[in-house]
């Protein structure tokens, strides 16, 4: 029997090749984007999940408290004391490392000298980790300060093997280090990733300030390994007071969060997690899912459609003695046959567009086909996509009564079952109006933050990281860079005009009050040049001049940082900052530092000479772009041969900023451009259904009178009634989606309501063109073979 | 063999009740060959679904060797047709997608009959049919003649007690409809009974018994001389 069924199965599908084919394409999209999308779910669930004892380690957080003792805000930074300490007096605390930012650190190998993501961390780190040991010993790699463990990638970039343990390799052109262990490449969703690892004291050797005992100091990150058997909240508990015993001034405690958990769930309010990029997720899973329904709504419409031809087989098979089990299962096979079919066309279509959408997120996902879990998963996806898909024509056919079929040449109970076939039309194309207004929002409001004045001038405008030697011959620099005539001005700051972070409290000013010395402002220290260099508007007074001796102990204010402080004429005045008295000697307009989308908090712009890290330049306009910077990297080579030179465009850098967003606008737009797809093959698919069941219908009409208009015309305005029906439901379910999704951001555009009327102008429109293609075919027959078919 | 009783069916629809059976009493012996004639909506195919186990009357009883039928729930109806009865019907109803030979295969698949047998009991009645050559066609590519041997092939390939036709020469030619009756008679005359709806009266002449309708009744009987010596 079950032979038989599968030889009806295919025959069926060979005969009907159109409607197998859109059937099984839409089905193989649809699968096709789910399976992409929970790719990229799972990747971000697996998110710092590896190894066996990934549930045992937790992340050390702080909650910053304000002066009533409510908590004011979390952070993922401690200070370098709260870890040995932990270690020390609690015995759940199995391991604890400390690690800082992990940024890119020169390593070399001779004259081969690369700049990648170098971490300091303490040696237990390896117990708290699970790292995979090529060569070398987990327990004594980092035990001396001289010791580096090297990823596979790095050692083979480095030596052009992996065979490298107890070799040299130069760090920050100071030290030489030997390579104590090589692991294998951290995967590129782990929070702690490294291309080489360094020891904690070396660390210490390095910076003075890193020996100084600090609680309050929240440079760095602390990760505990718990003994299983702990109760977290307990230990919590425990630990609260910690901080306020060893430092009572310190206005924080601390508290251990699961560290795997923490990349999806880090928005903290009230020191509770309340989600985060979880949500980001969640919209994905749900949007995959609706893809596949959207395919699984079209597989249901084509099959009840053709019921009218499978009734006859139901009939027969009915009379002749099937029960209503056996044709139930028949066609439950039946659309897990065609879910198989699309599930291998689906596989095909992940293959060659796997590599398009890394590129797109940025990221390496990869389908590994030997892994149990994902056929297991793909399996499980297949059969519950067909017997979802099946299940309605399955029970719908199987109830057909044999006597009403083949006498009448076919089953007609229809009322009902087409205003269900018109109910998942409905909720198929309300879907996808509600991605396509998604995508045009996300769209709107990418290019409004886009649009937003940055408040410098970002064109011409470079940077490089102020390494090595660029400190002490900053001047050297400059003065050989200016001659050059490859820019036209340069000055040193603490960071990036395009990342922010950097901030402090304490400032005082006239008529301050001491809750006035909690307030947060963002600051960059500099020296010269700042203002003329970056192009930011200066409103009042000036900046920095070697002309004023007493400009070392100057600052500059932002406009917002003058409107918070309630300064009246404030050039001249005196403010205390990091515990200094400065005089403002000018004031700046705001401009964009962090997020384009969030207003920045006020700024205060200091002198400090030693406080660099970043140069900026200003290209000569003069000459081309590419000798500028050709220039630039040779002279700068001569400077600080020790390090490569690597000069980034300010502008390439501030639209990098935007890049969450625009990943989530190409995903919308490609997933909601797919949504619409199906959709269309699916009322294709129908429209050509109820073309062939009116066949009759419409050859008598043409034989009395009807034109091919009028005829279109009644048949398409069913499905357009349906799509219409669909956009009145879709638009106000996405205005209020996506309101919420604005509010989000605190700058941002609102919901345009010529934007939402065009597309739903133009989703009408396609629908019309879709549906048009098989009304037109079908008015145009010649009637009587229209009737000829009876 | 057959015994029917006051059975009664009534077609309800919102607006008006048609009785299509009014009280119905026939019977059928082993062996027979009856024919059902009667104008357009006196019951007749009504009457021959109900005898085929497809549709319920409201009431009434029909024997079926001595045992009642319409007390039976679905699932018993089901497995009772399947084992004792056949079906021709006047559009054949052959399935397109299956050629002849697992046309004719698909009751016994349905009777759980083993693979082995099945193929010996289906190539002797592809053999009786003489439609050897045809056995690996598609239904679209026969004949009317041989797409309805090959539905009676079906119908009597579980060898069944009864066998139930329904106009089966209403889609041929003269011909072909002669060839089909002829096949028909020949049964009978192996054995197996068969009850028969029809319009047409030269068809009617070949049964033993033709049982005329009007209305929901049976209005007349009358014995088929030439063919019904053997039988009385």
């Keep these: 029997m079950f032979k038989l069924n599968l030889k009806i199965t ?41 190894g066996k004892d990934a549930g045992q380690v937790y992340k050390v957080m702080t909650n910053f408290l304000d002066i009533n003792k409510r908590i004011e805000s979390t ?22 490392s400390r690690y800082e930012w992990g940024g890119p650190k020169l390593i070399a190998n001779g004259t081969k000298s690369f700049k990648k993501s170098g971490r300091f961390a303490d040696a237990d780190i390896l117990n708290v980790f699970d790292y995979t040991f090529v060569s070398g010993n987990q327990k004594t790699a980092l035990n001396e300060p001289n010791n580096v463990i090297v990823t596979e990638s790095t050692a083979k970039l480095l030596f052009g093997t992996t065979d490298v343990l107890n070799k040299t390799v130069r760090f920050e052109n100071k030290i030489s280090l030997k390579i104590t262990g090589v692991v294998k490449d951290i995967p590129g969703n782990s929070s702690v990733y490294f291309d080489f690892l360094m020891p904690w004291s070396l660390y210490q050797t390095q910076f003075d300030w890193v020996k100084e005992p600090a609680w309050t100091n929240f440079n760095w990150s602390t990760v505990v390994k718990l003994d299983p058997s702990t109760d977290i909240a307990q230990f919590n508990k425990e630990i609260k007071g910690l901080m306020e015993k060893k430092r009572p001034d310190s206005r924080a405690f601390v508290f251990v969060y699961p560290f795997n958990k923490l990349h999806l769930n880090g928005t903290f309010v009230n020191g509770k997690s309340i989600g985060g990029k979880i949500e980001e997720v969640r919209l994905f899973m749900g949007l995959g899912i609706g893809i596949l329904l959207i395919a699984c709504v079209n597989f249901m419409n084509m099959a009840t459609a053709k019921s009218e031809r499978r ?6 098979k009915k009379t002749i003695g099937a029960t209503r089990g056996s044709l139930i299962s028949q066609f439950l096979m039946e659309s897990l ?42 399996i499980s996806v297949v059969l519950l996509t067909g017997l979802i898909a099946g299940s309605y024509p399955a029970f719908y056919l199987s109830s057909f009564n044999p006597v009403q079929i083949l006498r009448k040449k076919g089953g007609k109970s229809q009322g009902q079952l087409i205003s269900l076939r018109q109910l998942l039309v409905i909720g198929q194309f309300s879907f996808a109006v509600i991605l396509i207004i998604a995508t045009t929002v996300i769209y709107e409001q990418i290019q409004y933050i886009k649009n937003r004045p940055v408040g410098y001038k970002v064109d011409e405008l470079v940077e490089m990281e102020q390494d090595g030697d660029l400190f002490d011959k900053f001047e050297v620099l400059k003065a050989k860079l200016l001659q050059s005539g490859a820019i036209i001005s340069m000055a040193q700051s603490s960071t990036s005009m395009t990342k922010d972070g950097s901030n402090f409290t304490g400032m005082e000013w006239k008529g301050s009050t001491d809750a006035d010395k909690l307030f947060t402002f963002n600051q960059i220290a500099t020296t010269y040049d700042f203002i003329k260099t970056t192009g930011v508007k200066l409103l009042e007074g000036r900046e920095f001049s070697t002309q004023f001796a007493s400009d070392t102990a100057a600052v500059m204010v932002s406009r917002s940082a003058v409107k918070r402080m309630n300064l009246v004429n404030p050039v001249g005045q005196i403010v205390v900052f990091h515990g200094e008295k400065r005089t403002i000697v000018g004031v700046f307009d705001d401009f964009i530092w962090g997020s384009p989308a969030q207003v920045d908090r006020p700024m205060v712009i200091g002198f400090f000479q030693g406080w660099g890290g970043t140069v900026i330049m200003r290209l000569n306009p003069a000459n081309a772009p590419v000798a500028n910077l050709a220039l630039i990297e040779k002279i700068t080579k001569e400077v600080n041969p020790a390090y490569p030179v690597e000069v980034n465009y300010v502008d390439r850098l501030y639209a990098g900023k935007l890049n969450a967003q625009r990943i989530l606008g190409v995903l919308a ?20 259904f109820s073309a062939e069941q009116r066949t009759k219908e419409i050859g008598v009409r043409k034989v009395l009178g009807a034109s091919v208009g009028s005829l279109m015309q009644l048949l398409s305005l069913s499905f357009l009634k349906m799509v219409m029906i669909a956009i009145l439901i879709g638009i106000p379910i996405a205005n209020y989606i996506m309101n919420g999704w604005l509010r989000n951001f605190e700058i941002h555009t609102t919901i345009n309501w010529l934007i939402i009327f065009l597309v739903a102008a133009s989703t009408l429109g396609i629908a019309l063109i879709t549906v048009s293609l098989q009304t037109y075919k079908a008015a145009k027959t010649n009637p009587v073979q229209a009737l000829k078919y009876e | 063999m057959i015994k029917i009783e006051n059975l009664e069916k009534v077609y309800k629809t919102e607006e008006v009740e048609t009785t299509a059976l009014n009280g119905i009493n026939m019977h059928v012996k082993a062996g027979e060959f009856v024919s059902i004639m009667g104008p357009s909506g006196c019951g007749k195919s009504t009457l021959l679904n109900v005898m085929g186990l497809l549709d319920k009357p409201e009431s009434g009883s029909y024997k079926f060797l001595e045992t009642e039928l319409l007390t039976m729930n679905d699932k018993e109806r089901s497995n009772f047709r399947k084992r004792n009865m056949g079906f021709v019907f006047q559009n054949f109803n052959l399935i397109d997608e299956l050629t002849v030979f697992e046309n004719i295969e698909l009751p016994l698949i349905y009777n759980k009959v083993a693979a082995p047998e099945r193929k010996r009991l289906v190539n002797e009645m592809i053999e009786r049919m003489n439609i050897v050559n045809r056995s690996g066609h598609f239904p679209q590519q026969l004949s009317g003649g041989q797409q309805q041997r090959v539905a009676v092939a079906r119908a009597l390939v579980t060898k069944p007690k009864l066998v139930l036709a329904d106009e089966p020469t209403g889609n041929l030619d003269s011909s072909h409809g002669n060839e089909v009756m002829e096949l028909l008679c020949e049964l009978n005359e192996q054995g197996t009974t068969i009850v028969m709806v029809t319009h047409s009266s030269h068809d009617a002449s070949f049964s033993n018994r033709i049982i005329n309708l009007k209305d929901g009744h049976v209005i007349s009987e009358k014995i088929n001389k030439t063919r019904s010596e053997e039988l009385i």
């Design chain 1, 10 to 50: 295919l025959r069926n599908l060979w005969r009907n090749k159109t409607s197998s084919l859109i059937n099984i394409s839409g089905l193989a999209i649809g699968l096709a984007s789910c399976l992409m999308l929970m790719l990229y779910v799972s990747y971000e669930r697996s998110y710092d999940n590896h």
């Design chain 1, 75 to 96: 952070g993922g930074l401690t200070g370098n004391m709260i870890g040995p300490a932990l270690k020390e007096d609690y015995p759940a605390v199995k391991a604890m």
């Design chain 1, 311 to 316: 009734a006859k087989e139901v009939g027969i």
């Design chain 1, 337 to 378: 046959v065609l879910t198989f079919c699309s599930a291998i066309m689906a596989i095909v279509i992940i293959e060659l567009a796997l590599p398009l959408f890394n590129n797109l997120l940025g990221i390496e996902l990869g389908v590994s086909y030997s892994n149990a879990q994902l056929w297991a998963g793909l």
């Design chain 1, 669 to 688: 737009n490609l997933f909601g451009g797919l949504a619409i797809f199906i959709s269309c093959l699916g009322l294709f698919g129908l429209a050509a």
